[in-house]
């Protein structure tokens, strides 16, 4: 497995390489059953964290993964169940191998565009697109980076026997 992941926002082009020992195996631990009830699902499911579980995230498994974080529509007090509506924050793609990365990368791109001259990094990456609506919930800016960069490891990181991130 590839002891890093590119971590790039589709808007303004910004990549970091985000290494496995950025998050740990607790984390890892909390969020593989999370991540799979949550993609069997098809519904938007509550964060698995007590004072962010007033937040939600709904994920698609096409090519690669796709996750949209959502924060809740209308007044709510954090921690809390709130009215059941939500509205999207960041949608993220993960790319484990280079087999699923140009067209995630196109998908990606199609539907919420880039910076112009902004390319797929190498595999794995977990590229991020911004919502207009993330400026009401400005106190998630806080956290929602260390949460991408969780989801992703989460991702790649969910089966041992899959071949090492970036093989074809």
């Not at 590119?6 to 059953?33: F, K, Q, Y």
């Amino acid at each position: 497995m590839s002891n890093f992941i590119n971590h790039i926002t589709l808007s303004t082009g910004h990549c970091r390489r985000s290494p496995r020992t950025e998050v740990d195996d607790a984390t890892l631990a909390l969020l593989h059953p999370w991540l799979e009830r949550t993609r069997t699902s098809g519904n938007i499911e509550p964060l698995p964290v007590a004072p962010l579980s007033h937040f939600g995230a709904r994920v698609i498994k096409e090519i690669g993964l796709v996750v949209t974080i959502y924060g809740p529509r209308g007044p709510h007090t954090p921690g809390k169940p709130h009215s059941g509506e939500w509205l999207p924050l960041v949608t993220l793609g993960i790319a484990q191998r280079s087999r699923e990365s140009g067209d995630l990368w196109a998908q990606l791109v199609a539907n919420f565009g880039t910076r112009p001259g902004v390319i797929a990094p190498s595999t794995p990456w977990v590229a991020v697109a911004i919502h207009d609506t993330i400026g009401g919930y400005l106190d998630a800016l806080q956290w929602l980076g260390d949460l991408e960069r969780c989801i992703a490891w989460a991702w790649i990181t969910r089966n041992p026997a899959i071949r090492e991130a970036g093989d074809d």
